[in-house]
């Protein structure tokens, strides 16, 4: 088990002694290098002395010894010591009037002591040999001890991973973030003793998007992210970027009409007669252009390329002066609105913008012959359409994670977002698919953790 993922457990093991030797029942049920185990053995003096077993590890704090002659007495605890994932606990202690002890423990950001229903050791009598503890969960460490609320942008365009209800930046539904990362997010906010919530802000530019956490605005951003290494920096190559761990899988794919999805198969039926249209900056335009030729491995656009720009035309020189990857851009082929190939067996590519939704209201009305994207986006786009879309051209060679970006500073807030994150996934076996065919599926394992504690 992983210290991000690390759990304190507590439970009394079964005493019973006969004939003079001490009888532990389950006590020494194995337990995971992350668990912790409350430990009790008879000192000298007429004393019990308590510690803690973590990791394997017996951890004795410098006060820890509880007289076998004192009374009935309220809890008494040991000093603190450090628990694996960096908090500090205390064992407790009490002796009942009838003789025996409760066992318990105490740790930071918990409240009150952790101890479980069967609690209770009979009285005592001579034993040199730890005796441990059973297991109880007890609450992980807070994600934000603060339990402040986390500037999350998500991009407003992308369904159905993330986007807001309304496309109109000036309705109220354009705030309202939807979607599968959407979910993961409002089950995040369910998970108790994590102190975790979010104020979301649409943001519907994809440029850059990525990189909103690096500056002052926002701590996280959302929006079906593609995982790439080359996100991570900067413009000035610096490493500004960390990023979750992938939670929807996707591969690319063509949307093409029905009538089409027979002549445009793969990637490699595109011809200069087709029109495909792509969301600059995205990981559907750059797989487009590496997987017809129009790019090489670096992204540099091919010789006798012709871009077309707001601002006028250029054509390629087939070196790294044009490029286009899926993180970055030379400024000469900035506000691109069309790129006509240089050869027959390769396909024009169309921008109109950063909303998806206008790229298939032009599919359908024949202004483009395909849109290049992830597969999740396209079915769903397919079967909204009732049959007048198709999926075709799957690309085998790949597949891409989605995540969450958070600047590289934030690594602690990463770590014990990832955690619940593969809480939420059942450690990625709970995907996009799932969620579609039940949309409470997030929330009903948030349920689950709190109901552990």
Do not use: K
Not at 207 to 217: C, I, K, M, Q, S
Not at 338 to 347: D, E, K, N
Not at 365 to 373: K, P, V
């Amino acid at each position: 088990m992983s210290l991000r993922r690390f759990a304190v457990w507590l439970a009394l093991a079964v005493l019973a002694v006969a004939g003079g030797v001490l009888m532990v029942g389950r006590a020494e049920a194995e337990g995971s290098d992350g668990d912790v185990r409350v430990l009790a053995r008879l000192a000298e003096g007429r004393r019990v002395e308590f510690g803690l077993q973590a990791g394997g590890e017996v951890i004795l704090p410098e006060r820890r010894f509880v007289s076998l002659d004192r009374g009935a007495t309220g809890w008494l605890r040991s000093s603190e010591v450090a628990l694996p994932d960096g908090r500090r606990a205390r064992v407790a202690a009490r002796r009942m009037v009838d003789g025996r002890f409760e066992w318990a423990l105490r740790v930071e950001g918990a409240a009150g002591e952790l101890r479980p229903a069967d609690r209770f050791v009979p009285p005592l009598r001579s034993f040199s040999e730890w005796l441990r503890s059973g297991a109880i969960a007890a609450p992980p460490r807070l994600c934000c001890e603060d339990e402040g609320r986390l500037r999350l942008a998500f991009f407003a365009f992308f369904a159905p991973l993330s986007y807001s209800a309304d496309h109109d930046p000036e309705s109220p539904g354009y705030q309202e973030h939807r979607g599968y990362e959407a979910a993961l997010i409002d089950a995040l906010e369910m998970m108790e003793h994590t102190g975790l919530s979010f104020e979301r802000t649409p943001v519907g530019t994809w440029t850059d998007f990525w990189l909103l956490p690096a500056g002052p605005e926002f701590e996280i951003a959302a929006g079906g992210i593609t995982i790439l290494e080359s996100r991570r920096l900067d413009h000035s190559g610096r490493r500004a970027i960390a990023f979750s761990s992938g939670h929807a899988a996707v591969r690319q794919t063509l949307l093409v009409r029905a009538e089409d999805a027979g002549r445009i198969r793969t990637h490699a039926d595109l011809t200069a007669d087709d029109r495909i249209g792509v969301l600059a900056g995205a990981t559907g335009e750059a797989r487009l252009l590496q997987l017809t030729g129009l790019v090489d491995e670096h992204g540099a656009l091919a010789a006798g390329t012709r871009i077309e720009t707001a601002a006028g035309a250029v054509t390629a020189d087939g070196s790294a002066a044009f490029s286009i990857t899926a993180a970055e851009q030379t400024a000469n082929v900035a506000g691109r609105t069309r790129l006509i190939p240089p050869s027959a067996g390769m396909p024009q590519v169309i921008y109109l913008g950063d909303d998806e939704a206008v790229l298939i209201e032009a599919l359908i009305a024949g202004r483009i012959d395909g849109f290049a994207r992830g597969d999740i986006a396209n079915v769903d786009a397919a079967r909204a359409a009732g049959g007048a879309l198709a999926v075709t051209a799957h690309d085998q060679t790949a597949v891409e994670w989605a995540g969450f970006a958070l600047a590289v500073e934030d690594a602690a807030l990463l770590t014990c977002i990832d955690a619940r994150v593969e809480w939420l996934t059942d450690g990625r076996r709970i995907g996009y698919a799932d969620w579609a065919a039940n949309p409470d599926v997030f929330r009903e394992r948030a349920g689950v953790w709190n109901g552990r504690y």
